[in-house]
């Protein structure tokens, strides 16, 4: 509101011609933190000079033809929309100003092209007036930085994944918690993205270090998504009862959250961190040979049992077979078993309805 009547008062000493025009840009770019208010103000005053100089150049060409002149306009404000539609952030805000400043003041001033370099002029000068005295009451009083924001959202945000890892991974957490904060961690990340891009604005280190915070909440958000499917495939296992899988595996997630502390104590700076990163990446290269003993020794169990000798049987899937040195002979009493063969016999009672493949060859 200080902005806005300051403007009001400077609009009527300098004689302007629409001071309305000014007030709006003022409530229009205001935003609750200083980075904000500059990139929504570069993104309004690019949007209204690009639409402007549209607006001469289809002017120039299409003054003496109306239905050129609004086929042209009309597809200059798609290719706006177009632009707006892909982008993000305040990046479509400038899209859009391009596109609707062509239009609201092109079209009026076709009808009088002599005085549209006059009503280009005039309209730069409302928003660019209102520009600097918002972005200069927003810097001046009381002022929220989005730099700090961001700084801060990294800290928290570290000591929450790795709390989360650690709790998921010693089995500490239920399934739906874990959900919820994996759906936290992806609210977070699109918070971050758009806090970034305006942090650019406020001051140059920020702007140095934007390309360093992008990288950082890409590779979290790579990180996230990879445990989370782990996650995922964990209750997969779990669902399909391959009680032996887990059980080979569980031994190996225990041993990361100690990873994560020095002397029992969690991660909490950056030193501690460049420690946990080093013991991390031990854990990581000595891994895959520990991977390979303990499936080789899974395979060595496996085929041990599978090579105790069963006499007089042929096991496959629920079938039992018993192999007999001669023919069954025929009894007058009611048979109890089905000769599948000269030297094959199975028992109807221990037999599927599906022979197993060694009485099938034999038979």
Known sequence: MLAALLLLWIAMRLDMQQPRTTMTTVFVV???QSGMVLAKSFYRFCGTMVGLVVMMILISLFSQQPVLFLSATALWVGVCTAGAARNRNFCPYGFVLAGYTAAVIGIPAAQHPEGAYLSALTRVGEVTLGIVCADAVSALVFPQHAGEQVRTTVRRRFTQFVDYVCRA??????RSQIERTNLAFVSDIVGFEAARSVAV???????????????LNSEFMSTSTRFHALHQLMNRLRENASVTTIAALEPFFREVPPLFSIAGEPVRNAADAAHAAAQLREYKAALPK????????????????SSIPRRNCCI???????????????SPRPRTSASVGPHVTCRRPTCSPRPSPGCAARS
């Open 290 to 305: 520990r991977m390979r003993a303990a499936r080789s020794r899974r395979i060595r169990i496996s085929f041990s049992w």
């Open 169 to 174: 991974l010693s089995g500490d957490m239920e």
């Open 201 to 215: 604005f406020e001051n140059p280190e920020s702007r140095m270090r934007g390309g360093r915070f992008a990288r």
């Open 316 to 330: 496959a899937s629920s079938t039992t077979c018993s192999r007999t040195p001669k023919p069954t002979r025929r």
């Open 30 to 32: 205001m935003q609750p």
